[in-house]
Every structure is written in structure tokens, then in C-alpha cells.
């Protein structure tokens, strides 16, 4: 099994999509529909992409008390985070095209997981045990 990106959005923090007006400087909310090439099937993968002049400045953590907004901080972890140097649609889809494959081979359920190092993935931390 190899698994594909079948679809591509880049959206901002309103879930519009758009265009920065600064390509060098830009934060986006990146999110891939990736599936077994053989199937309709996919799983939704997203990440924050954003370039490393606009991460310098706008360095975000969770706030503690309310986890629905963001809070400044001095650091961050980078997990599901894509760096780019300029907003380029080609540049960014080439980017996921060449993690799916590396990652996206063999057992569907595996890659997924490899995939989850790197995107966030719709089925992160579900256990179906759990009611």
C-alpha cells in the first residue's frame, strides 16, 4: 500500500483561505486529506505553517488556565509545524507530497502513525476502548 496526498488547503486563523500579503512573513493553518492511493478513503492531517521570521515573533503555547487561546511565550515546541522561507503553494504541497513518500508506505494504520510524527492526525491519542 502506498499512501497520497489527495487533497491540499492552507487556511488562516478564520478558516478562510488565503493569500498572505507578506510572503516572508506568515503563519497558516495547513491541512492535508492523506489516504491509501488504492482507496477514496483518508484521514485528515494539519499543521501550522508559517514561516521562521514569523515564528521568531510569534512564538505561541497553549495558555494553562484557558487551552482554547493561545498565550505568548519565549518557547515553544515546533511538533506540527511546517517552516517555509516564502508562502508557496507548490513549495509547501511538494513538502507534504515527499513526507507521504517517505512515510506513507506499507500497513495503512502504520504510516499513519509515522505520518502523526510530523502532521497532526484527526485520530491522535483515540483509543476506541474508551467510551
Known amino acids: 500500500m502506498n499512501a497520497v496526498l489527495k487533497k491540499l488547503h492552507v487556511f488562516d486563523t478564520h478558516m478562510t483561505y488565503f493569500f498572505p500579503e507578506d510572503v516572508r512573513y506568515f503563519d497558516g493553518f495547513l491541512e492535508a486529506e492523506i489516504g491509501p492511493a488504492s482507496s477514496e478513503e483518508w ?7 508559517c514561516t521562521p521570521s514569523w515564528f521568531a515573533q510569534n512564538i505561541v503555547t497553549r495558555g494553562k488556565q484557558d487551552p482554547t487561546h493561545a498565550t505568548f511565550y519565549k518557547a515553544s515546541f515546533g511538533t506540527h509545524h511546517l517552516f517555509v522561507h516564502e508562502y508557496d503553494e507548490d513549495i509547501i504541497r511538494k ?25 497532526a492526525w484527526e485520530f491522535d491519542d483515540y483509543d476506541p476502548t474508551e467510551k
Request: glycine content about 6%.
Open 43 to 49: 484521514s485528515r492531517f494539519s499543521a501550522i505553517v
Open 95 to 119: 513538502a507534504i507530497e515527499d513526507l507521504v513518500s517517505v512515510h506513507g508506505q506499507g500497513d495503512w494504520s502504520k504510516a499513519a502513525m509515522r505520518l502523526s510524527r510530523h502532521l
